[in-house]
T-cell receptor, first 116, second 116 residues
Framework: DTEVTQTPKHLVMGMTNKKSLKCEQH?????MYWYKQKAKKPPELMFVYSYEKLSINESVPSRFSPECPNSSLLNLHLHALQPEDSALYLC???????????????FGPGTRLTVL | AQTVTQSQPEMSVQEAETVTLSCTYDTSESDYYLFWYKQPPSRQMILVIRQEAYKQQNATENRFSVNFQKAAKSFSLKISDSQLGDAAMYFCAYGPLRGATNKLIFGTGTLLAVQP
């Protein structure tokens, strides 16, 4: 089973709202990722959690706040976003315990975010 | 720094025909992973095929196969007996085998159209 789930599928929010994106995997993976993707472009890495600790932050604005409550769950908290933050947000996971953290990344279906 | 180049922004193939998508990369590492991901309009990134650089044998998954030329740093994807469901954006990606980061480096993508 290589399933990564994301909720919600679609989200529309105003610039003053606070919302959260959720990602879940039950493959025993110990690395989880958030990506932002604009139309017809490759995904851009935002954050990486390895063993529930933030290991990479690609200079993402503080209006995006990641959280990894446990090894299966990854959240992305959103606050005071700008219209240019509208994009597809993808979650991915990789690396069963004991394997290289660089092993294959499996992606979720994404959340389509629109900021008005 | 590693780079991945996909020189074909768009390709088209007739149903049941064969098409090859090109990918070149640059790295100073000797061991690494290479991936092809497919992203249909439904938007989920789906792993198509994976190649470990230390393996000389080209990876194959059903109708999908790669031509991995390590010395030339080339990693092309061949799709045989193309089907309408193969229409998608295809991303080539490089992943480190070791090191402090497990960041994927993506190419810019090739949009494949399949004509009935």
């Amino acid at each position: 089973d290589t399933e990564v789930t994301q909720t919600p599928k679609h989200l529309v929010m105003g610039m003053t709202n606070k919302k959260s994106l959720k990602c879940e995997q039950h493959m025993g993976h110990r690395a989880m990722y958030w990506y932002k993707q604009k139309a017809k472009k490759p995904p851009e890495l935002m954050f990486v959690y390895s063993y529930e600790k933030l290991s990479i932050n690609e200079s993402v604005p503080s209006r995006f706040s990641p959280e990894c409550p446990n090894s299966s769950l990854l959240n992305l908290h959103l606050h005071a976003l700008q219209p240019e933050d509208s994009a597809l947000y993808l979650c991915a996971s990789s690396s069963p315990a004991g394997r290289s953290l660089s092993d294959t990344q499996y992606f979720g279906p994404g959340t389509r975010l629109t900021v008005l | 720094a590693q780079t991945v180049t996909q020189s074909q922004p768009e390709m088209s193939v007739q149903e049941a025909e064969t098409v090859t998508l090109s990918c070149t990369y640059d790295t100073s590492e000797s061991d690494y992973y290479l991936f092809w991901y497919k992203q249909p309009p439904s938007r989920q990134m789906i792993l198509v095929i994976r190649q470990e650089a230390y393996k000389q044998q080209n990876a194959t998954e059903n109708r999908f196969s790669v031509n991995f030329q390590k010395a030339a740093k080339s990693f092309s994807l061949k799709i045989s007996d193309s089907q309408l469901g193969d229409a998608a954006m295809y991303f080539c990606a490089y992943g480190p085998l070791r090191g402090a980061t497990n960041k994927l480096i993506f190419g810019t993508g090739t949009l494949l159209a399949v004509q009935p």
